[in-house]
């Protein structure tokens, strides 16, 4: 037992930080100290609060440090874990409270007091690579239960009747889903996870695997009971080096301790996982795709039907979920169909898990109950926009989803709202954008991607996608005309009627949407040749307010084209022919006098 444990984030995001120099720190001060035997350090997974990163929290007191440098660790050491006295100016400065030693919970700080964690409870809880931690926390218990109390066709009740959908993309009730596998009569059966996690500001399954791998592991095995699957295979982006590292110690740990392999709690039920790793492909994330690619061919989609409930992995029946539906799966079997409904909305159960990024003070993983409006994740839980800037859009789904704007910023997030206003839930990114952002921009950087990720396989999408954008760059260079709007539209009801898979069935929604909500910009990029935003290139000047210009010639110094002229404690003039738009002028100017038009 010891009297103080010191949780050190061991995410991808505080990695990248420092956060292994500080572990190595603080093992070295420690035993400098002479308590090692008193305290202990335990690498997790994500805390969730990304922008603050390096994180470690200090327990019992649950001091919470942010952005901890190395150098921080020897006043942390003697101060708090030597002398029991709080570094404050080190604290969150949330949880500091005036006048007394305590700190503030985490729960009761904005960022976490709206928030539920169901697929998240372990993260930043627990050592990701210590099972016996995952068992602690009632870990393998779901396991047990359907093993040797459960049947296959009530545990498919209990999922169905909790209203899970799945969290990777369209919202497919998971419960439906393992059913339609079930009643399929095969010698082999396939249980898959969907790891591979390709939209640009995506983080929510990686923290899952970094955090908590051993409950993806269970509740595949409860999946694989429920189907009568024997075989699972989690499709991990080798991308993801710390996730795929803690899946394979995971796994290991599981087999060693007989909760994966044969003959699982002498039950005569069997069932073992493998890892398969992808190369980055966007498509692989498209349910055929996939399995596909497990299968050792290049990942494209097949046509369906049929369904990968009939015919999957190797022509066999098998089902696929994402991480984050595999994560909720162990809590709905150990607390209840009922618990789970109780949470979100009619028909949207549960929590979603979102990773917020873009414009917005606290980036990071929150999980908030279904039914909490856009503007609670933006401005209570995300901590609002930076520099008192307006809120614009976010955008959901990735390159599959669309943009909410402003006037729908108390809409509940949930699927069916989503999909009315031209978005669409996806697996979780959720982007901020403020008043300086191009909408058509974005779009165009979204189609940009989903070019570049085309498998190829079906030419409305390979040849549809480049067409589209082809016009939306034209656009942004002030070369487009009103019909090309009218083009755009109809080349996105072409991919949406005709794409094999999703990836180009919904390659135009980033367009749609803004289009749909930002039709103005469009036509002042068409019409008057101007970027409202000020963010494409060729459509902007750069100039000089000669009633703010001082002369300093900060300006003309850091030019690096010589566009600048002007002599000392004069107003300057930037030669528009010579500018190449790169900003450098405006970065330097000590008096606001340069500006874009």
């Known amino acids: 037992m010891y009297r103080s444990y010191v949780l050190v984030c ?33 690498k997790t997974g994500c805390f969730g609060l990304c922008a603050l990163g390096p994180i470690m929290i200090v327990y019992p007191e649950g001091a919470f440090y942010a952005e901890v440098k190395e150098e921080d660790i020897p006043e942390i050491v003697e ?85 899970l959908r799945g969290r990777g ?26 790891a591979d996690e390709g939209d640009p500001g995506a983080f929510m ?66 069932f073992d996982i493998d890892l398969r790793l992808g190369a980055g492909a966007f498509v692989c994330g498209e349910e055929t795709a996939l399995m596909t690619s497990i299968e050792g061919r290049r990942g494209e989609p097949r046509p369906r039907p049929p369904f990968p409930a009939n015919k999957g992995l190797f022509q066999k029946p098998t089902i696929l979920n994402n991480v984050e539906t595999y994560a ?25 898990v979102f990773a917020l990024g873009g414009k917005i003070k606290n980036t990071g993983l929150v999980e908030i109950p279904m039914g909490t409006t856009l503007r609670e994740i933006v401005e209570e839980i995300g901590g609002g926009i930076p520099n008192g800037k307006k809120f614009k859009a976010a955008q959901t789904g990735g390159p599959s989803g669309g943009c909410i704007p402003a ?28 008043e300086d952002t191009c909408m058509v921009d974005i779009a165009k950087f979204f189609l940009e991607f989903t070019v570049d990720e085309s498998c190829g396989k079906c030419a409305p999408c390979r040849i549809g996608t480049r067409r589209m954008l082809e016009i939306l760059d034209k656009i942004t260079n002030g070369q487009g005309t009103m019909d090309d709007l009218d083009k755009l539209e109809e080349l996105a009801e072409h991919l949406k009627t005709n794409s094999l898979c999703a990836l180009g069935q919904t390659a135009p929604n980033p367009v749609l949407s803004t289009m749909r909500y930002f039709r103005d910009e469009y036509e002042a990029h068409i019409v008057d040749k101007k970027c409202p935003a000020g963010v494409c290139k060729a459509l902007l000047t750069y100039k000089i307010d ?19 002229s002007g002599k000392p404690k004069e107003p300057h ?25």
């Not at 108390?410 to 009315?420: A, E, K, Q, T, V």
């Open 10 to 42: 061991g995410g991808t995001g505080c990695t990248s930080s420092g956060s292994q120099g500080i572990r190595d720190r603080l093992h070295e001060e420690i035993k400098k100290q002479g308590f090692e035997e008193e305290v202990k350090v335990i």
């Open 79 to 163: 101060e708090h874990l030597l002398k029991g006295r709080v570094v404050k100016r080190l604290l969150y400065d949330e949880t500091v409270q005036e006048g007394v030693d305590e700190v503030k919970p985490l729960q009761e700080t904005t960022f976490y007091k709206k928030q539920h964690r169901v697929a998240l409870r372990n993260c930043g809880v627990i050592d990701p690579e210590n099972i016996e931690e995952y068992i602690g926390r009632d870990g393998y218990q779901a396991l047990n239960k359907v093993l040797t109390t459960m049947t296959p066709e009530e545990v498919i009740q209990v999922v169905s009747d909790s209203g």
């Open 169 to 194: 993309g369209a919202g497919f009730p998971t419960g439906r889903k393992w059913s339609l596998a079930a009643v399929n009569e095969a010698d082999q059966k396939y249980v898959c996870c969907n």
């Open 205 to 270: 399954d990686r923290s899952v695997l970094e955090g908590d791998p051993h409950v993806v592991l269970e509740a595949m095995s409860i999946a694989g009971y429920a189907i009568g699957a024997t075989q699972g295979y989690i499709y991990v982006r080798a991308e993801y080096p710390i996730a795929v590292e803690r899946l394979n110690i995971a796994i290991k740990q599981a087999r060693d301790y007989g909760l994966l392999g044969e003959n699982i709690f002498d039950t005569g039920f069997s």
């Open 328 to 352: 909720n799966v162990p809590q709905i079997i150990l607390n209840g169909a009922d618990w789970f409904a109780s949470m979100g909305t009619e028909k949207s159960k549960g929590t979603k």
């Open 407 to 434: 006037e729908h910023f108390d809409i509940p997030i949930d699927y069916d709202n989503l999909i009315s206003i031209g978005s669409m839930m996806g697996s979780g990114g959720l982007i901020v954008m403020d």
């Open 546 to 564: 000669p009633d703010k210009c001082k002369g300093c010639t900060l300006c003309a110094r850091n030019c690096p084209v010589d566009a600048i």
């Open 573 to 597: 003039v930037i030669d528009a022919d010579k500018c190449i738009k790169c900003g450098t002028c405006m970065d330097n100017c000590k008096f606001g006098a340069i500006y874009k038009d």
